[in-house]
């Protein structure tokens, strides 16, 4: 990994996401700087997803494994073709889905300009368009496609708003801007549409049920339940992990333990969702799994969310979350 050289050490300047800071956001991008912005997900730490050492420069903030494909942002579908090959599988799922939290894996195409650093060296590359107004107005302005992975150090919990970001991420950054807190909470699904049926690499923002209903019943593929599906690299056991160790289906908080409630939740310290909403669960999930990362406690205990919805993403969050890590801090 190259180090930092000691004029690239900064503090990010933190603006407010308006018309002026778009314009500021899209020449950094421009000139290979890292841009932090929010997106209707998480918010997204960017870089021109064409320039190769721009790219790598994400992978050093956030120190990240190298092998981690990261996705390409756009602001419109008549930038995909360019670089992506889009079968009608795909074209029709960004047709109904885009702008929007779903994310999808193409063959590159033979000329496609994106770094193969973004496509960690395989023959595909993951496109999002975000729905975040904001977000779409910066990669216009930059005119390039933006490689943005979460905006968070590697293996921490993703960041959904500015100040989560400046937390991690202050000294390594160009700039930070502020759109507010995120309104889904949690990454995009990621889809590989190489084939006709639709297979879930990432459950995320878009439920499958969404995305059935545009394909089919049953159409979408899950990998787990099939060796031979293509399956996304670089999704580790652990991740999204707060400091502390995580315990999931919790009914009741142990000695030590803060609750993290959902539904009807007696002794909860933080309630996702009082009324038992998924979405606006996976909206609270990264900020209230932040807000019980503290000493005073010794483990967070979630309690059970059913996996109908953004359920499906929010378990594989949480399970990342509380998978066993070699450094974990037990008093
Ligand atoms: P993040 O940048 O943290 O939102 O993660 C991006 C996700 O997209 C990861 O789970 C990657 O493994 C997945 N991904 C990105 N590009 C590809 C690709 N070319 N093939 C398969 N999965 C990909
Ligand atoms: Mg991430």
Not at 62 to 89: C, Y
Not at 277 to 284: I, L, P
Request: aromatic share 6%.
């Amino acid at each position: 990994m190259v180090l930092m050289s000691p004029k690239e050490k900064m503090t990010a300047a933190l603006k407010a996401a308006d018309e002026e800071t778009a314009r500021e956001g899209g020449r950094l991008l421009a000139a290979g700087k890292l841009v932090a912005f929010p997106t209707e997900t998480v918010y997204g730490l960017g870089a021109d997803a064409t320039n190769d050492k721009a790219v790598a420069s994400i992978f050093e903030a956030k120190g990240r494994p190298q092998f981690n494909p990261l996705i390409a942002h756009v602001p419109e579908l008549s930038w995909v073709g360019g670089f992506a090959e889009m079968t009608d599988t795909a074209l029709r799922l960004a047709k109904r889905f885009w702008p929007g939290p779903m994310t999808l894996v193409m063959n590159r195409t033979k000329a496609c300009p994106v770094s193969y650093l973004v496509s960690a060296g395989l023959d595909s590359v993951a496109v999002r368009m975000p729905s975040h107004p904001f977000a779409r107005a910066l990669i216009a302005e930059a005119g390039v496609p933006v490689a943005a992975p979460s905006a968070n150090i590697s293996g921490t919990v993703s960041p959904t708003t500015a100040e989560h970001v400046r937390q991690g991420l202050e000294n390594r950054v160009s700039l930070i801007i502020d759109g507010g807190p995120c309104r889904v909470g949690v990454e995009s699904t990621v889809l590989d549409v190489r084939g006709d049926r639709p297979v879930l690499l990432r459950a995320g923002g878009l439920t499958v049920e969404e995305i059935e209903d545009e394909t089919g019943k049953g159409s979408v593929l899950f990998p787990e339940s099939d060796p031979a599906l293509p399956r996304s690299p670089g999704q580790l056991s652990s991740h999204y992990a707060p400091s502390l160790p995580v315990r999931l289906n919790a009914l009741f908080a142990e000695e030590g333990e803060a609750l993290l409630g959902f539904g009807k939740a007696e002794g909860a310290v933080l309630n996702l969702s009082p009324s038992g909403d998924t979405a606006e669960a996976a909206a609270n999930l990264f900020a209230y799994m932040r807000e019980l990362d503290r000493p005073e406690f010794r483990r967070i205990a979630v309690m059970p969310i059913p996996t109908d919805g953004l359920g499906l993403a929010i378990n594989d969050r949480l399970k990342r979350a509380a998978y066993p890590r070699r450094v974990t801090k037990q008093s």
